[in-house]
């Protein structure tokens, strides 16, 4: 069977009763046939010629999808063996590699880190039991120096007496005599370097959300703090024999 070259459905019957088609009528005129019953005659003979045809690229077009579909199927194997290959010999590179550079390719444990950088801090006693108190308390204990300090007067709190201290419901409670008496080596905030105060505000912070202040208050205090070494004068306070932090927050706001 011949191929078909174009869709069949779209053929329109032609007129077999116009004078174009005479000669196609002739044959069977001359059966006894008149020329109307002749058009008709054509006329089924070409409709069911047009059914067929339909019939046969409906065929053909299923055909086509089939033998299509393999052909694809057919390419798609041959990438994915192609792919199977290329993989192949990334691995074996790779492994190669590793074997080379052991070093290199040594597997890092996945840990957890901290949540912030203040964890792990040790702040004096005397500096939390004023923030729980909402008492002023120097920013110098939250600097590297304070922290420091610190360590140094928790290691020796073990060799200190015992003194009284009086609650605010009245009740006496002991505790170290170093936790009531400030540090021999505090510098007054005036006299802060720029980097230390920066190293101690999140410590200071993290402290005062830790010791239970609301957290509008904490949120006013970081945002002022936040501000000031936001702000222009800043910038110049960090710079090498500059005045301290003090001095520049004291001109934030000339005169």
Known sequence: MNRLLFDPNGEVCPDFTSAFYQTSRAPLVALNNTDEHAAVLLQAVWAATNAAQCIQWQTQLAADQVQAAEQQCLVDEAADQQLQVRRLADA???????????????????????????????????????????????????????????????????????????????????????????STTVVPDSNLEAFEFSQAIPRLVASLTERGWDHDRVHMLAGFWGALMLHRYWAPCLAPGYPPAGWCLGHFHPR
């Open 92 to 182: 074996a590179l790779d492994d190669e590699e590793r074997k080379k550079n052991r070093l290199k390719h040594i597997p890092i444990p996945k840990r957890p880190r901290p949540s912030r950088a203040t964890a792990n801090i040790l702040v004096s006693d005397f500096a939390l039991r004023k923030l729980d108190k909402g008492h002023y308390v120097e920013i110098y204990y939250w600097t590297n120096k304070g922290l420091a300090d610190a360590r140094l007067t928790y290691r020796a709190a073990e060799d200190e007496g015992m003194v009284p201290n009086k609650t605010a419901d009245g009740a006496t409670t002991w505790m170290p005599a170093g936790a009531t008496r400030p």
